[in-house]
């Protein structure tokens, strides 16, 4: 929201300082390349971290988050700013209600994203949930029909709940892949992504643990079961789909309303006008005259226009 | 005492000379603190005694007797291996103890005590005490942390712990020989306890649990060396020899002495225990919360507070439950355990915090003797302040351990390295790697200590006595019919299963089912708790029987559907259940395709598992999950299942209800039916909670309530039952899960899950068979008000029959009197009077000046002349009216002959106003218009249609606004022109439920003076509805005498009931009339049988002279229940323009009412003056005589 202020990021220090100086260096080279403004929207189902996402990534508790009761339904936008580097992040309410998918919900951050440019979306699930199923695909579907297609490019999905042990003794880098394939799949599969559309939408996906529990290694940032510190990994990989070239998605009154009904198909107004003319009224008129031509007049009628001569 | 010295004397031999100095010490300690009730206890003590020494072996085998009380049979098995490994699970054991019981507190507080004591004999002598003393205040220490521990462990099953525990008293302390000694102490303590409890088998009988921890230690200060010794048995075998000859010797006495006492005790206690145990139940849902919040205060407390909190609360609620005995207990227990306590509490204070301290005086102030105790308290802390000067600060304990370690060589050389290796095995073992975050927190599912069922400290003596004198004034009772023993049998089995599965009787589900199940006893048998008393007892003690003869088969099998979620673990799950991979798993792909079941035994027990492919959340998806659902419903239909687990994943967030859709498609399929019998199951139960909304991680607790909380309102809204309360089980699949020393896994909270979840589902079969037994209705726990109707309310079904009805009618007799008997007796004497009205003098009315212009004497006379003129006038309207209806009875029979003439005129009838529908006649409006009156404020119309249909007004309904809740239909046919077919019907519906009220009503003459009627009513009743057929005859054989005899066949529910009636009506004259009937009503053999009388006395001139009285008397006579009524009523005109009306009625259990009112239109300020006395002198005479018949 414009009203809102753009606060310094004063939450950047509270990360570890290995954390910060990765960081810092992330954010220069997006200044290098001429980005100043970056704006993140985060979306997913309820209850999978979306808003301690949020707040992991700014390094304070700028949405209130409960563990056990969903938000309000209004999405909420954090910009924080440093060293001339704007950071938005938008956290939007759970997607699913009583296992549909909220359309009034996604009305709402439609609404609430109007004349914003969406930089990067997150789409956020749980790295420690098995299956994937309808609800997914749904919500994926529900996205690419807000936003469209186009903003698979600037995605990435991210795993929250990455600190666990995988079920049947499976390692972790062979549990996560086989996740997030599956999660990629569903993906794909909601946003109508074709086969050969792959290549261009490689849609990243990392890792998040927003628990106080989260493991730390020796220069103090949190860690991933795999090694990796997961805040600068996250940010690193944001840049990269920041550079790739894409588009940001631009979020106008079109993209939300649709195209106008009135306006589509208009050309074909005259055209079709033309063909009625030619091939309907036409040969109508033509059927018309050839009927009255070939009329065989009943003799009566004959008489009273005096044309028969009979005599009584 | 003398056994108690005799052991330790053998003891002595037994070579530990330092050990030996302790055991003395404490026993002198022990003679000084028990010196009153040395019987009683050397009785105990000798129980304990003979426990203790029947060695390890027996030692496994009450380990495994006790299983229950905190997995002990492990540790005690153990403690066989491993001196130190069967100390820490002694300890836990204790600590378990005290989880169920705070007797087992009091038992720690005792070893505490102990202690203490050793360390005050000590500190007397030998410099080699020295060291002993500071081993026992390093106990102290270790105590408290083991308390901490405990506090841990409370609600786990103990055997988590004690690993834990022992590792680190033992690194802490360095351990020695002392302390095993000690811990072998409390071992025995708590073994006696065990033990006691064993025998008793009852919830907790502390009070001899008190006794006995008390008497062990005074004199078997040997015993418990005896069993210090036997924990090292594996280090010297010799002594273990020794012991079990002490242990002979002891058995037997033990078996003389125990046989009458415990008994009585045990029985007696089961009494209490089901007292005590109503408010467990209750509390059930209130306690988990209670302990969170507790927890939450106290975060940083480790429980400790809110144990005590608990503690508290239940000796509390306890005292009030046996304040009354209090009185008995024998003078002397009470200041030896006083003693103790506060012995206990004096290291305590020192070494372990205030919580200690708080606890004990929480014990303390149940045995009333805070004042004694904190002096003593003060005394004994200095005496231990002097002894041992620096043992105050826990840091210099932690010296002091050291030292110890040093000095422990000395008394056992072998006996330290010995120690140690076996806990490195024990202890040491690094948990296994768990899923994240396995926090410990406490628990809360598990068994909270349900303290209520504790301190019968104080109760024990008069106990026996009470229960002595029940069994003089029962025992001739003693008619244990068969279900009885069916009944006792389930109860064995479901010990049996409790036992198997490692639980005590004081596990919160066992203690519920064993209420449970004696509640239904109670009900169904209807003499008082000692039933329960007596059958626990003898199951318990057979239970045990069984399951020592041997794991001979039992009769149980039990089929378990699990449902859920696809992924949430339902097939690891049963695998986790048989401990085998019954069913194959996939972490990413759907692993069930088809309904599927397998068959194993758990623990001995025959369980039936069926296992369902996962169910899809996804509106969407609903069609899906119908077809897997009802696939289920196909598979189930031969062999349902027990018990339904639902399951579902603990650390998803399923909030948005988005298992909604779900759930109400399993309503949708199987009933809302299905919900009552399910178990909510949490799986992945070993992730960590959340982090809370400060960051903080919340406790594992809060994490489990909310998640529980959430899946049952859940499931509450899709079986649109609000009562509903699952059970919540939790579940862990994870191969990394925590494990016990047993191999089982543990969660978070120290519980154990498996057995949990097994016993809910058997605890659920167990209620069904036994419910299956006692023909009682099985009740779900959605309604908890089951049709009473099963019973049919013969008497209301009798009164209705006997009510005299009218016949129906042809339209054209609707005009009739209700009695056309009247009109024939009045006939001879109409002629006579016929003429009067129009004979008298023309008469004008005045008009109101003119009235007032009239004189006193004047305006009576006219008045009286108007009086008069105006009741002739009436009696000619009368019998003009009566003339006008004697004809159309005549033009009907004439039109009987032509037909087609009288078809018509009907036709004219109905067809002659069915131009406008206009307003129909109101109800009674009331006087004076109010707008909120719903009669005022709606009216409807009167349409012309042959259905005659209106609202039904009701201006006491729950919405006062509008007051229509119903609506009336109406119709009266003619079928072939002269049978009468009446239709009525009604149907209210108000918030809470629906009636319909439907009755068909025919009436047939056949021959003059004869007629039958036959009647089908239906009516809704409570939630059934009642069908009623019914038929009576009615004979006119005189003018002055007409008999009616009828039948009725009611279907109300599924009970058939049949009733027969005779009527008789009795006209003596004008003015008397009298109406008797009787009649009897039956169902499934049971019959009712009523009679009523009424008497008529009237006015000569009745419509018009307003004199009436009525006579009114009911019997009714239904289970030996007579019920008599009588009912008098009499109307008198008192004057020109009062009525006086008086009512009595009384009935045979003596309340009656009265009530006289006058109503008064002339001069009312004078009736109201005198009203006022009269009032007041008849409210003090009713009210006397309201006072008189309510007491009566």
Redesign the interface.
């Known amino acids: 929201m414009a009203s809102q202020l753009i606060r310094d990021w004063v939450g950047i220090n509270t990360f570890a300082t290995a954390t910060q100086t990765k960081l810092l260096e992330l954010l220069g080279k997006l200044k290098q390349e001429d980005v100043s403004t970056l704006t993140i929207l985060v979306m997913g189902?309820?209850?999978v971290g979306k808003s301690?996402t949020v707040n992991s990534i700014i390094g304070e508790?700028a949405v209130?988050?409960?563990?056990?009761?969903?938000e309000g339904p209004r999405p909420v936008m954090v910009s924080r700013s440093r060293a001339g580097f704007t950071l938005n992040i938008i956290d939007t309410p759970?997607l699913?209600?009583?296992?549909?998918v909220?359309d009034q919900a996604l009305e709402i951050i439609k609404r609430f994203l109007l004349n914003k440019t969406i930089d990067i979306l997150l789409y956020v699930d749980?790295l420690?949930?098995?299956?994937v199923?309808?609800?997914d695909k749904?919500i994926v579907k529900a996205i690419t029909d807000s936003f469209g297609k186009g903003i698979w490019n600037r995605a990435l999905v991210v795993l929250t709940?990455a600190?666990?042990?995988?079920?049947?003794?499976?390692p972790y880098e062979d549990?996560y892949s086989?996740?997030s394939e599956?999660l990629l799949k569903v993906v794909r599969m909601g946003a109508g992504l074709k086969k050969h559309d792959k290549q261009d939408f490689a849609i990243p996906v990392v890792l998040v643990e927003?628990?106080?529990?989260c493991n730390k290694n020796e220069s103090d940032e949190k860690v991933l079961p795999n090694g990796t510190a997961w805040i600068p990994h996250l940010v690193k990989t944001i840049t990269e789909v920041v550079l790739n070239g894409s588009q940001s998605i631009v979020v106008d009154k079109k993209l939300i309303e649709g195209p106008n009904p009135n306006e589509r198909g208009k050309f074909l107004i005259p055209l079709i006008f033309a063909l009625q003319y030619f091939f309907v009224i036409k040969p109508i008129e033509r059927a018309i005259k050839n009927d009255i031509a070939k009329e065989s007049r009943p003799s009566w009628e004959m008489r009273d226009t005096g044309v028969g001569s009979r005599k009584f | 005492m003398e056994n108690g010295v005799g052991v330790v004397d053998g003891y002595e031999k037994g070579e530990k000379s330092v050990e030996v100095g302790v055991i003395e010490g404490r026993v002198e300690e022990e003679e000084k603190v028990v010196v009153g009730s040395d019987e009683v206890k050397d009785l105990d003590g000798e129980e304990v005694f003979e426990e203790a020494m029947s060695a390890t072996k027996d030692l496994e085998e009450h380990g495994s007797l006790d299983g229950g009380v905190g997995g002990g049979d492990r540790n005690v098995e153990v403690v066989g291996e491993s001196g130190l490994h069967g100390v820490d699970e002694s300890l836990n054991g204790g600590y378990e103890v005290e989880k169920f019981e705070e007797a087992s507190e009091f038992a720690s507080l005792e070893v505490v005590g102990s202690i203490e004591d050793k360390v005050e004999s000590l500190v007397d002598g030998k410099s080699v005490d020295g060291v002993v003393v500071e081993d026992g205040v390093d106990e102290g220490g270790t105590e408290k942390e083991v308390e901490t521990d405990e506090l841990d462990g409370l609600r786990e099953d103990v055997v988590v712990d004690s690993g834990e525990n022992g590792g680190k008293e033992v690194s802490e302390i360095g351990a020695g020989e002392e302390k095993e000694v000690f811990k072998g102490e409390e071992e025995v303590d708590v073994k006696s306890g065990l033990v006691i409890e064993k025998s008793e088998d009852k919830d907790s009988d502390d009070v001899n649990l008190e006794q006995m921890t008390v008497d062990e230690k005074a004199e078997s200060g040997g015993c418990d060396k005896l069993e210090g010794s036997v924990i090292e048995s594996p280090v010297e075998s010799e002594l273990n020899r020794e012991i079990l000859n002490e242990g002979g010797n002891v058995e037997e006495l033990k078996e003389n002495n125990l046989g009458t006492d415990c008994q009585d005790n045990s029985s007696r206690e089961l009494k209490d225990a089901t007292a005590g145990l109503v408010p467990t139940c209750e509390d059930d849902s209130s306690d988990a919360p209670r302990d969170t919040s507790s927890y939450k205060d106290t975060e940083h407390q480790d429980y400790r507070n809110g144990k005590v909190e608990d503690t508290q609360v239940g000796v509390d609620s306890e005292l009030r439950v046996e304040t009354s005995e209090l009185k008995d207990i024998p003078v002397d227990l009470h200041t030896s355990v006083k003693e103790i306590s506060v012995i206990g509490s004096s290291p305590s204070a020192e070494l372990s915090k205030t919580e200690n301290s708080e606890k004990f005086q929480g014990a303390a102030t149940a045995l009333r003797a805070e004042d004694n105790k904190v002096s003593q308290l003060q005394h004994t802390n200095e005496e231990v302040h002097e002894a041992s000067n620096n043992h105050v600060v826990a840091e210099e304990i932690k010296t002091k351990v050291e030292n110890t370690q040093q000095e422990k060589k000395r008394p056992g050389g072998n006996g330290e390295e010995e120690i140690q290796p076996a806990l490195g095995k024990s202890t040491n073992p690094a948990p296994p790697?768990?899923?994240?975050?396995l926090?410990r927190a406490a628990p809360l599912l598990e068994p909270a200590p349900r303290v209520v069922q504790q301190p019968r400290v104080n109760g024990s003596a008069s106990h026996m006595q009470n229960q002595q004198i029940d069994d003089a004034v029962n025992g001739d009772a003693e008619e244990y019919d068969e279900t009885r023993e069916k009944l006792q049998m389930i109860r064995v089995k479901f010990l049996r299963l409790a036992h198997r599965l490692g639980q005590t009787p004081h596990n919160v589900v066992v203690a519920q089912v064993l209420y449970r199940l004696g509640l239904a006893e109670q009900l169904r048998g209807r003499n008082g708790g000692r039933v329960g008393a007596f059958s626990f007892d003898r199951a318990s003690a057979m239970a045990e029987q069984l399951e020592a003869a041997g794991q001979e088969p039992l009769d149980f099998s039990c089929t378990i559907m699990v449902l859920g979620k696809?992924?949430v673990g339902k097939s690891?799950t049963i695998n986790s259940i048989f401990d085998e991979v019954k069913f194959s798993?996939?972490?990413?792909q759907?692993g069930t395709k088809k309904v599927q079941d397998v068959v194993g035994t758990v623990q001995g027990i025959k369980v039936r598992v069926i296992d369902t492919p996962?169910l899809?959340?996804?509106?969407?998806?609903?069609r899906q999950n119908e077809k897997i659902l009802h696939s289920v419903k196909r598979f189930i239909k031969k062999t349902p299942p027990d018990i339904v687990l639902y399951l579902d994943r603990l650390?998803?967030?399923?909030?948005?209800?988005?298992?909604?859709?779900?759930l109400r498609t399993i309503t949708e399929i199987f009933g809302p039916s299905i919900w009552f019998n399910a178990i909510v199951v949490l799986t992945?139960a070993a992730?960590?909670?959340?982090?809370?909304?400060n960051?903080?991680?919340?406790s594992y607790d809060m994490?489990v309530t909310?998640?529980s909380h959430?899946v049952q309102q859940a499931i509450r809204q899709a079986a649109g039952d609000m009562r509903l309360m699952n059970p919540v089980s939790l579940v862990e699949?994870?191969?990394?899960c925590r494990t016990n020393r047993a191999g089982q896994r543990v969660l978070p909270n120290g519980q154990v899950w498996k057995p949990h979840l097994l016993l809910l589902s058997f605890a659920s079969k167990i209620l069904a068979e036994a419910n299956a037994l006692l023909k009682l209705q099985d009740s779900p726990p959605g309604k908890p008000f089951p049709n009473r109707t099963r019973a049919p309310p013969l008497p209301f079904l009798l009164s209705s029959l006997l009510q005299s009805r009218q016949q129906v009618k042809l339209p054209e007799e609707q005009f009739g009197d209700d009695d056309d008997i009247d009109d024939d007796l009045d006939e001879s004497s109409d002629s006579d009077e016929d003429t009067e009205f129009d004979e008298l003098p023309p008469f004008k009315r005045l008009t109101k000046a003119q009235e007032a212009r009239l004189s006193k004497a004047q305006k009576k006379a006219y008045f009286d002349e108007l009086e008069y003129r105006e009741k002739l006038f009436m009696k000619k309207q009368l019998k003009e009216e009566k003339k006008r209806r004697k004809m159309m009875k005549k033009m009907a029979s004439s039109a009987k002959d032509m037909p087609s003439d009288f078809s018509e005129n009907v036709e004219e009838e109905s067809g002659g106003g069915a131009s406008l529908p206009i307003p129909s006649a109101d109800y009674n409006l009331p006087a004076s218009f109010d707008s909120d009156n719903p009669t005022y404020r709606y009216r409807h119309l009167d349409s012309t249609n042959q259905w005659f249909v209106r609202p039904v007004l009701d201006s006491h309904g729950w919405d006062h606004d509008v007051g229509y809740e119903g609506i009336n239909v109406e119709r009266l046919f003619v079928v072939r022109d002269k049978i009468p077919l009446s239709f009525s019907s009604q149907v209210t519906k108000d918030k809470k439920d629906a009636n319909v009220q439907l009755e068909v009503a025919s009436s047939i003459k056949h021959g003059e003076g004869k007629a039958t009627s036959v009647g089908f009513d239906m009516q809704s009743v409570g939630k059934d509805l009642a069908y009623t057929l019914r038929s009576e005859t009615r004979f006119s054989n005189s003018r002055k005498n007409r008999a009616t005899a009828g039948v009725s066949v009611t279907l109300l529910g599924d009970a058939l009931s049949a009733g027969l009636k005779v009527e008789d009506k009795l006209i003596a004259n004008k003015r008397f009339r009298l109406v008797m009937t009787g009649g009897a009503m039956t169902a499934r053999g049971d019959v009712a049988y009523g009679g009523s009388l009424e008497a008529q006395l009237r006015d000569k001139d009745y419509p018009l002279g307003r004199s009436l009285s009525t006579l009114g008397l009911s019997v009714m006579d239904w289970h030996g229940d007579l019920a008599i009524g009588l009912n008098i009523q009499s109307q008198i005109p008192v004057g020109r323009s009062s009525n006086l009306i008086a009512r009595a009625n009384l009935n045979n259990r003596g309340a009656g009412q009265v009530s006289i009112r006058l109503n008064s239109s002339e001069q009312i300020q004078i009736a109201l003056v005198g009203l006022i006395p009269l009032l007041r002198k008849l409210l003090g005479h009713l009210q006397q005589f309201q006072d008189k018949s309510a007491f009566a």
């Open positions: 189902k309820g209850g301690s508790r209130t988050v409960s563990p056990f009761q969903s759970g699913i209600e009583g296992g549909y909220n749980r420690d949930a098995y299956r199923d309808n609800l749904q709940h600190q666990l042990s995988p079920p049947d003794g499976l549990f086989k996740r599956a927003n628990s106080g529990r | 790697a768990r899923p994240a975050g926090g696809t992924g690891a798993t996939d972490a990413f759907m996962g899809l959340p996804s509106l969407s998806d609903q650390d998803m967030q399923s909030r948005d209800f988005s298992d909604m859709p779900l992945h992730s960590a909670p959340p982090d809370g909304p960051g903080t991680a919340s994490f909310q998640r959430v699949n994870h191969s990394a």
